[in-house]
């Protein structure tokens, strides 16, 4: 029976695979194999111990079904996996887990599989970010309507909406770097944080049994790694889900009939809109980024309650965290990789930019009060000019050129030079120096990495 729809519907199948049961067990056979080859080297153990135990652990004979056996007998799940990789370990099998307790293996096993994840999600936020720095890039001088309030508002360049989104998530990408050091940590010091079993080589070996697997180490641990550094974790991924939401909910307002200024690729030779109305095209892949972002972002809730617990362990975070870390990992890179689709195949009316521009002659009232102000009228009579022309304007109907007339503007202006500052066109300022710059950043920061497939 399946039951979760990551199962079925949602996530990227290399994604799923480090969460799945089978890659579970691995990364904690290999956090054992590794405790193991720590302790033989400060002495702890004979030599040999290691390989034998790590031929084990990488053997395959140590399965999924073993080890749930164990455990339907014992009700507990390390206890399970360490009877059996004891079992496949031979001799050296008397040395397995010496020293450790639960969660210095699976907590250590939850950093290596973040580690592999993080792997994934950083390459696919680089591919992500070229693919908007092309569009900065390509549509850097196209004006277009801004809109503040769901109103008209003065004209930008699409390629400057598009290097807002750009420079979002380079930062998101500068988040996710630097949180490596404190997110990837792994522990060895026992049930209580001490490290007792392991003797005055302790923090030695627990640093060396990281260093063996790639991470570091939690330096205050209790029985687990400090739970700030999950919430952290699942931080960033939360505000990267924002921005996918942002990004989303914008492509499906431009994409609304009465605005018409972009939208998704649409298959016509096969893709159906609506089950009733077969005309229809709708944004289908922004909605389910924007669905499952707030699902995304509402996992940290329950992660800040699990960094609460009783003295130095309780069973409190175990259960909840088996769906906080895989599901927000699972669907952040789901919808990462979804909105990457959206931008590379996305369908831009440079037209319908142009022709809504043009629609409204109101967009041009802030160049109005600057030139004004420039030409001598003080800036706020500009300021009450231009609305009290705009007003007029809005109840009678008259060209707003018109009305400006009637309040005296050509005293600082020509006619011709009235008709030209009315050109919103040519009002985007800074707009295609912003776009060189954002482009120019991208390259400074991930160069031409990336698989913008």
Not at 66 to 78: L, Q, S
Not at 213 to 235: K, S
Request: hydrophobic content about 40%.
């Amino acid at each position: 029976m399946t039951v979760s729809p990551i199962e079925y519907r949602y996530g990227r199948e290399e994604t799923k695979a480090i969460f799945s049961e089978e890659s579970r067990l691995l990364y904690m056979l290999k956090v054992e194999a590794a405790i193991t080859r720590a302790e033989e080297e400060f002495g702890l153990v004979p030599r040999g111990t290691a390989e034998m135990v790590e031929r084990a652990a990488l053997s395959g004979r140590v399965t999924l079904e073993k080890v749930k056996a164990v455990e339907a007998e014992t009700g507990h799940d390390i206890m399970a996996l360490t009877r059996v990789l004891s079992q496949e370990a031979g001799e050296a099998g008397r040395y397995v887990h010496l020293g450790a307790t639960s969660n210095d293996i699976i907590d250590t096993a939850t950093a290596l599989q973040i580690k592999d994840f993080l792997g994934i999600y950083e390459g696919e936020m680089v591919s992500f970010i070229l693919v908007l720095s092309d569009l900065v890039q390509k549509y850097r001088s196209v004006p277009m309507l801004g809109r503040t309030h769901g109103q008209h508002a003065s004209p930008i360049t699409f390629g400057l909406k598009v290097a807002v989104f750009c420079s979002e998530m380079m930062r998101h990408l500068e988040r996710l770097r630097e949180m490596r050091k404190r997110v990837l940590v792994g522990k060895l010091l026992g049930p209580v944080g001490t490290g007792a079993s392991l003797g005055p080589d302790a923090l030695r070996i627990q640093e060396r049994a990281m260093q063996i697997l790639g991470l570091g180490v939690e330096e205050g641990a209790t029985q687990i790694v400090g739970r700030d550094r999950y919430i952290e974790f699942l931080g960033v991924l939360s505000n990267v889900a924002s921005s996918l939401e942002k990004f989303a909910t914008e492509v499906r307002n431009l994409q609304r009939p009465e605005i018409g200024e972009v939208s998704e690729y649409f298959d016509e030779s096969r893709q159906v809109g609506s089950s009733s109305m077969p005309s229809k095209r709708n944004p289908v892949s922004s909605e389910n980024v924007a669905s499952l972002a707030r699902l995304v972002r509402s996992f940290i809730v329950p992660e800040f309650e699990a960094a609460v617990t009783w003295h130095e362990r309780d069973l409190t975070n175990s259960a909840l965290e088996r769906f906080t870390i895989p599901y927000s990992a699972i669907l952040s890179d789901y919808i990462l990789h979804r909105m990457k689709s959206v931008f590379q195949r996305l369908q831009v009316n440079v037209e319908r930019m142009e022709a809504n521009l043009l629609s409204d002659p109101f967009v041009v009232s802030e160049r109005l009060v600057t030139e004004l102000t420039e030409r001598g009228m003080p800036r706020q009579e500009a300021h009450e000019v231009v609305r009290r022309a705009s007003m007029e304007s809005y109840r009678t109907g008259r060209p707003l050129r018109s009305t400006l007339r009637d309040l005296g503007v050509l005293r600082y202006m020509s006619d011709e030079e009235l008709e030209r500052i009315s050109d919103p066109r040519t009002f985007t300022g800074s707009a295609e120096e912003i776009c060189d710059r954002t482009v120019s950043r991208v390259r400074e920061m991930v160069g031409h990495e990336g698989d913008r497939d």
